[in-house]
């Protein structure tokens, strides 16, 4: 379930950094009844930044396998390890 706070309670920095690091998900902060901003702890940010690149490099080898670009997946998973140096 996400936590919704008000931006007022941003002044207990201590509890928020606690309040992050505890959860993997992001914390909502509201102004004035309504969303303002989304904080999350450094490895959740990370995390979320290495699925994307993940789901992004497998984007690319479907669009591949799509345009004929290669004769299968397989190929296609050797040709982004290559491109991006895995």
């Known amino acids: 379930m996400p936590r919704i706070i008000p ?3 941003l ?3 201590a509890a928020i950094s606690q309040m992050c690091s505890e959860s993997t998900e992001p914390v909502y902060i509201t102004k ?3 969303g303002d901003m989304v904080i999350m702890s450094m490895k959740a940010y990370e995390e979320k930044m290495y699925l994307l690149d993940v789901y992004t490099k497998l984007a690319e ?3 591949e396998v799509r345009a004929g670009k290669t004769a ?3 190929q296609a998973l050797r ?3 290559v491109k991006h140096g895995l």
Request: hydrophobic share 20%; no cysteine; net charge negative.
């Open 7 to 9: 931006i007022r309670d």
């Open 11 to 13: 002044k207990d920095t």
């Open 32 to 34: 004035n009844g309504y």
């Open 61 to 63: 080898a479907e669009e």
């Open 72 to 74: 299968d997946a397989r």
């Open 79 to 81: 040709n982004l390890r």
